[in-house]
T-cell receptor, first 111, second 118 residues
Framework: GESVGLHLPTLSVQEGDNSIINCAYSNSASDYFIWYKQESGKGPQFIIDIRSNMDKRQGQRVTVLLNKTVKHLSLQIAATQPGDSAVYFCAENIQGGKLIFGQGTELSVKP | GAVVSQHPSRVICKSGTSVKIECRSLDFQATTMFWYRQFPKKSLMLMATSNEGSKATYEQGVEKDKFLINHASLTLSTLTVTSAHPEDSSFYIC??????????????FGSGTRLTVV
């Protein structure tokens, strides 16, 4: 089945620490995955993406890991800053080009 | 980069009236547009997919007569919430894929529309 939205889990970290946000996706045929950041009252903002033929991709301060065996994605944010506080969603591109969102995690960064 | 403009950002309407939300791709041709709905503290739920010049494909449970989607051009899609009721109050977000991005499966999101039905 497709991912269904649930109440958001929360992650609280200290400024400067690394954050790891996890996501389980639903469709083994999904071939492309994206992490988004969403601030209150705004649309999702692209962070980083990864194709299914890769297991790791790095950006600026962010790394995405993909484990297809267990259908798991993670987003690692290095040296987390207060401006990183937001809700983070993983999304999977399923058959037909639809982008389906995971449940999301609310990241709170303490100064 | 690709930019999608969504308008209005906020709208308040009376029960029974209809509201139109516009989603425009500003610098690329949007061959496919997606409409999402988001409740507070929840994830984005896909409502429908529209391809330019074709009828929209609605997700299970989404009333097509309630949520009218038009994608008549490569730069504009509209979502009309007809005969709105308070339970239609939500955050509506559009996303577009286009020729510019097709090779990289790009999805560009609008800034969302907060609809409040009173």
């Amino acid at each position: 089945g497709e991912s269904v939205g649930l109440h958001l889990p929360t992650l609280s970290v200290q400024e400067g620490d690394n954050s790891i946000i996890n996501c389980a996706y639903s469709n083994s045929a999904s071939d492309y995955f994206i992490w988004y950041k969403q601030e209150s009252g705004k649309g999702p903002q692209f962070i980083i993406d990864i194709r299914s033929n890769m297991d790791k991709r790095q950006g600026q301060r962010v790394t995405v890991l993909l484990n297809k065996t267990v259908k798991h994605l993670s987003l690692q944010i290095a040296a987390t800053q207060p401006g990183d506080s937001a809700v983070y969603f993983c999304a999977e591109n399923i058959q037909g080009g639809k982008l389906i969102f995971g449940q999301g995690t609310e990241l709170s960064v303490k100064p | 980069g690709a930019v999608v403009s969504q308008h209005p950002s906020r709208v308040i309407c009376k029960s029974g009236t209809s509201v139109k939300i516009e989603c425009r791709s500003l610098d690329f041709q949007a061959t496919t547009m997606f409409w999402y709905r988001q409740f507070p503290k929840k994830s984005l739920m896909l409502m429908a997919t529209s391809n330019e010049g074709s009828k929209a494909t609605y997700e299970q449970g989404v009333e097509k007569d309630k949520f009218l989607i038009n994608h008549a051009s490569l730069t504009l899609s509209t979502l009309t919430v007809t005969s709105a009721h308070p339970e239609d109050s939500s955050f509506y977000i559009c996303s577009a894929r286009g020729i510019k991005d097709s090779l990289s499966y790009g999805y560009t999101f609008g800034s969302g529309t907060r609809l409040t039905v009173v």
